[in-house]
């Protein structure tokens, strides 16, 4: 039988093998819960979860403040990695690392078209706010 985890790591090895130099890839729910890795050891996976998420939601708060609208792609570049972060379906965030060996356009395009394929059939809901307790009487 095959699971929603095999299902994801399938669609993100099919997409993101071409991907000269890459070296891992997470999918996050956008309040920073790793929900699958690719290429990556569970700990590290984690953590790029964690920290990724902030830098996504920094983007949304960004984009609503200025109406630009849906943030497609951004893109990290370090000395010796790029760091590719994408939204994918609803409430979840496909975080791509590669070495300096990556053409960007190539990672750029293969992480968005990997985003839109997991999207298509995998949405992680915002999680909702918890009720407020009533006033004090």
Not at 115 to 120: M, P, V
Request: charged fraction near 20%; proline fraction near 4%.
């Amino acid at each position: 039988m095959t699971t929603t985890n095999d299902m994801i790591y399938s669609v993100l090895d099919n997409n993101l093998s071409r991907i000269a130099g890459i070296e891992g890839a997470v999918l996050l729910s956008n309040d920073g819960i790793m929900l699958s890795a690719y290429l990556l050891d569970r700990a590290q996976a984690e953590r790029i979860a964690a920290a990724s998420s902030g830098v996504a939601a920094t983007m949304r708060a960004i984009s609503r403040d200025v109406d630009g609208g849906r943030v497609i792609r951004q893109l990290v570049e370090m000395d010796e990695r790029y760091l590719c972060l994408v939204g994918c379906g609803e409430g979840s965030t496909l975080v791509v690392v590669t070495n300096r060996k990556a053409r960007l356009g190539e990672l750029g395009g293969e992480a968005v078209r990997t985003a839109q394929a997991l999207g298509e059939w995998l949405g992680t809901p915002d999680r909702a706010q918890p009720p407020s307790s009533p006033p004090a009487p």
